[in-house]
């Protein structure tokens, strides 16, 4: 039995932790998956995560130092002391592979096989890149980080995008395994606007988000009352959005909603104004529910949607945004457009495709 450890941030909402999690849910023999915790997460979802995580099967093992947001100095903090706890858990499993996701993940399994490098012998260390763009403000760390994956041939990019932009910043092009997304079955959702388009923003509020983008254009549509935008998140910029959005008539805010995935087909658009993404699970899984995204072409989220995908736009362009707003028209008369994204998510984001891919390279 091949034992593989998928190293995550915390026990909580997130698209890196869905690929971990997707993959340890494969069958396929010879393999034992484990899903192991660095940051000990506390929210609404953790229960509903790990609930998710028994029903599968998949062993779990939580972190002990706790998930305090403090400009990420908890987060490092748990990178550092991870080699101490984590030494135990591997004697006692001894993985064939380590699989590691996200940038603190990566900076704890870099840091536990440089104070115990004799332990790299007969384990290999696999390491997903989420994201077009790397260790923002620990450039030098980082880099150092990289020359350790680098050495041991260990990354897979999750898309074109983000290979291209990793060979461009460190030299090597990795291999890309796609991130599988399984179709979720739909049920209604009891707040959307009835007679209304209803548009949907679901996502970290923070800048990579394009939130400034967001709000300048829900302001540019306030006398619209054809459309109504359902903003759901939480983050650094939640009070912003609530100062510039909370009292205008054609936007609802809410708190971040685990599963939103299954209300997805109850909505007429998906709004995804991000500047940069590493493959936007989201995306996918709006296209799945038959879903139209109105998207920024921007690395990440443009390899989810057809090359002439027409509610793009061009480097966030206000503009070329209120142009597209003012003239949509009820999902249900877009149905071509609607089929058109389906069948493409399905045909390259299968999530057996992915499982098969990873366990070729655990093999390897």
Same mark, same amino acid.
């Given at each position: 039995?091949?034992?593989?450890?998928?190293? !995550?941030?915390?026990?909580?909402?997130?698209?890196?932790?869905?690929?971990?999690?997707?993959?340890?849910?494969?069958?396929?023999?010879?393999?034992?998956?484990?899903?192991?915790?660095?940051?000990?997460?506390?929210?609404?979802?953790?229960?509903?995560? !790990?609930?998710?995580?028994?029903?599968?099967?998949?062993?779990?093992?939580?972190?002990?130092?706790?998930?305090?947001?403090?400009?990420?100095?908890?987060?490092?903090?748990?990178?550092?002391?991870?080699?101490?706890?984590?030494?135990?858990?591997?004697?006692?499993?001894?993985?064939?592979v380590v699989h590691t996701h996200t940038e603190m993940p990566d900076l704890a399994v870099w840091w536990f096989f440089r104070l115990f490098p004799k332990l790299l012998e007969g384990c290999k260390v696999v390491r997903t890149i989420h994201n077009t763009q790397l260790w923002t403000g620990l450039k030098n760390t980082g880099r150092r980080v990289e020359r350790f994956f680098i050495r041991h041939n260990s990354n897979v990019a999750i898309s074109v995008s983000v290979r291209d932009n990793y060979e461009k910043e460190y030299g090597q092009r990795p291999p890309i395994i796609y991130n599988g997304v399984a179709e979720t079955a739909q049920k209604p959702c009891e707040w959307v606007k009835q007679g209304k388009i209803n548009i949907l923003f679901a996502g970290r509020l923070e800048p990579q988000k394009g939130v400034s983008t967001l709000v300048e254009v829900v302001k540019r549509m306030k006398?619209?009352?054809?459309?109504?935008?359902?903003?759901?998140?939480?983050?650094?910029?939640?009070?912003?959005?609530?100062?510039?959005?909370?009292?205008?008539?054609?936007?609802?805010?809410?708190?971040?909603?685990?599963?939103?995935?299954?209300?997805?087909?109850?909505?007429?658009?998906?709004?995804?104004?991000?500047?940069?993404?590493?493959?936007?699970?989201?995306? !996918?899984?709006?296209?799945?529910?038959?879903?139209?995204?109105?998207?920024?072409?921007?690395?990440?989220?443009?390899?989810t949607l057809p090359d002439d995908w027409p509610l793009c736009v061009h480097g966030n362009s206000i503009d070329q945004y209120v142009a597209i707003f003012s003239n949509l028209k009820k999902r249900a008369n877009n149905a071509d457009l609607s089929i058109k994204a389906t069948l493409f998510a399905r045909e390259k984001f299968g999530i057996r495709r992915m499982q098969q891919a990873y366990e070729a390279v655990y093999l390897y």
């Open positions: 039995m091949k034992k593989v450890f998928h190293i !995550i941030s915390h026990f909580d909402v997130g698209g890196a932790e869905r690929v971990a999690v997707n993959i340890a849910k494969s069958r396929s023999e010879g393999f034992e998956y484990h899903v192991v915790e660095l940051i000990r997460a506390r929210s609404q979802f953790t229960r509903v995560f !790990i609930d998710e995580l028994e029903a599968a099967g998949i062993r779990y093992h939580r972190a002990f130092v706790p998930d305090v947001r403090f400009h990420y100095v908890f987060e490092r903090l748990a990178a550092v002391v991870f080699p101490l706890w984590f030494l135990p858990l591997f004697l006692k499993h001894r993985p064939a006398a619209d009352d054809r459309l109504h935008f359902h903003i759901v998140g939480g983050g650094g910029l939640k009070q912003y959005v609530e100062r510039e959005l909370g009292s205008q008539p054609n936007v609802t805010l809410r708190q971040p909603v685990y599963g939103i995935s299954a209300y997805l087909a109850s909505f007429d658009y998906l709004f995804m104004p991000s500047e940069f993404e590493g493959l936007s699970i989201m995306s !996918i899984e709006a296209s799945l529910a038959g879903l139209p995204v109105i998207a920024n072409r921007c690395p990440g989220l443009s390899d």
